[in-house]
């Protein structure tokens, strides 16, 4: 299994299931700080694992029952992507249809340095979920050759198909975070994995 982990943190082996020429996802690990909840949960990365890197593909291969489609977006500038955030409400997943991006999983005041590059075909889960801590905070530090994306959001009680995603900024005092982080506490791991079903996502989280 192909992993990283922040901290000196080893990743666990998972007995999954995976399709032919599927590789191993990889995992990382964010630990928490002042004004950013993260997660004990991993950051997931399947690489090439959206075979039809269109729109239309991307909408096929993923768990749209507990998964809704949130936005499709061509970033370069883009404000909110390159500005650090995270969602409390859910967790998100993202389908990279072409080029790259580097992903800053941190927040400037105060930064873990985890990095890692999302490319054509790869697919990559936010965790939000825990009993102690949120979401991952996150930003699009660079792209190359017209990075492009499409998100989706974990369906809960605390969101909806009309509005699948809030959004955090890390500005918040310690109080208000630690407030934050207990408000997440309900968000449930989901049933089923973006593309994997069954696999990955409800087997790696739950055995963290």
């Known amino acids: ?17 995976w399709p032919n020429n599927a590789s191993r996802p990889e995992l ?5 700080t ?14 090439g694992a959206l075979l039809d890197r269109t729109p239309t593909g991307a909408l096929e291969a993923i768990e749209l029952s507990e998964w809704a489609h949130g936005g499709h977006w061509k970033i370069g500038g883009e404000k909110v992507a390159t500005t650090p955030h995270y969602h409390g409400t859910t967790h998100e997943a993202y389908t990279v249809l ?18 890692f590059v999302a490319k054509a075909g790869d697919v990559f889960v936010f965790p939000v979920h825990s ?5 991952v905070t996150h930003y699009v530090t ?8 499409i998100g989706f959001y974990s369906l809960n009680d605390r969101n909806s198909m009309e509005s699948p995603y809030d959004m955090e900024y890390a500005l918040d005092s310690i109080e208000k ?7 997440c506490r309900q968000v449930p791991v989901p049933a089923h994995d973006p593309i994997y079903g069954t696999e990955g996502i409800p087997r790696i989280w739950r055995e963290e």
């Not at 009993?131 to 979401?135: F, I, K, P, Q």
């Open 28 to 32: 990382y690990l964010i630990p928490p």
């Open 34 to 47: 002042k004004h950013s909840p993260n997660s004990p949960f991993p950051v997931i990365v399947y690489r």
């Open 177 to 183: 975070t630690d407030e934050k982080r207990q408000m």
């Open 131 to 135: 009993e102690l801590r949120a979401g």
């Open 1 to 17: 299994m192909k992993c990283k982990a922040s901290r000196g943190r080893e990743c666990r082996g998972y007995g999954l299931v």
């Open 142 to 149: 660079e792209t190359e050759d017209d990075y492009e994306i």
């Open 98 to 115: 072409q080029g790259s991006g580097t992903y800053l999983l941190d927040e400037k005041r105060n930064s873990v340095g985890v990095k």
